[in-house]
């Protein structure tokens, strides 16, 4: 027996994680003091959360402890089931630290267990879109070791981009430096970054407004889409619907294909704390990251 586990960073929605059987680590975010566990969705109040960041409050995001992930994993180890767990970049968080300390006890309480992290080198449904396919292959009558494999052959392909509103949550992460931010607002330059192939964020262009940012994202999927008909193409938002809802039609326009598989979705508070409202990305199947 096995089972695979992911953690709501991925933020494949919550009813197509229920409907895989995936079990869901949730990721911790705190907004006025009080500390939240990111469900995917299910009963989260976007609207406030965004509300509240516009107003100007500053959510955090932590790690989990060592004795989180315990609580999470023992069940499985206990039962004799082996657990795969497909992860995001292990370059955006140190939790992975506090995860392998629980994971290293575990495995000497439980010996016969088989745990494999698989790091999908992204965040968000970059990371998503690797769970959800790699779910349903595993379902296929797979072992983990052929799920492992599958897993790094798609996650070559899984290209990222996303293009933020304001940036003063990027200066905040370090993304971008104080006199940039500064200059890229008043000149309202929007930065587009990318997901690299070692899970890394970084930037790649800067385009004038966001309706320029659209098109350009729109353009991605014509000139890097591989199979596009074949897998999901996500666009993510963070409290700007009418945005996401313009680039599906931009990306149609280019397309030429109004049957694509788009799925349309928010952005989590975990991920949103750190891009800020007003964000836009775009997830799809492509010829490399």
Known sequence: MAVVFCDSNCELWYDKARELGLKVIQMPYTLDGVEHFYDLGEKTDFKHFYAEVRSGKIPVTSALNAENYREYFEPYFKAGEDILYIS??????????????????????????????????????????QVYLAKKYFDSGKTIDETVAYLKEITK????????????????????????????????????????????????????????????????????????????????????????????????????NPNLDIWIQPVGPVIGTHCGAGTIALIFYAISR
């Not at 309480?109 to 449904?125: A, C, H, L, Q, W």
């Not at 930037?203 to 353009?219: D, E, F, Q, R, W």
Request: proline share 2%; charged share 30%; aromatic share 8%.
């Open 88 to 129: 995001f970049s292990d370059q955006l968080s140190a939790t992975f630290n506090y995860m392998d300390l629980a994971v290293k006890d575990l495995r000497a309480e439980y010996p016969n267990v088989k745990f494999v992290r698989f790091d999908t080198k992204g965040i968000s449904m970059t990371e998503g879109i």
């Open 157 to 256: 392909h899984i290209f990222a981009e996303f293009v933020v509103d304001d940036l003063k949550h990027l200066k905040r992460g370090g993304r971008v430096s104080g006199a940039a931010a500064a200059i890229g607002t008043l000149l309202n330059m929007k930065p587009i970054l990318k997901v690299t192939d070692e899970g890394k964020l970084v930037n790649t262009i800067k385009v004038s407004g966001k309706t320029k940012a659209l098109t350009y994202l729109a353009g991605q999927v014509k000139e890097k889409g591989l199979d596009v008909d074949k897998y999901p193409i996500v666009i993510m938002h963070a409290d700007c619907e009418e945005d996401a809802l313009k680039l599906k039609e931009k990306i149609i326009a280019e397309t030429g």
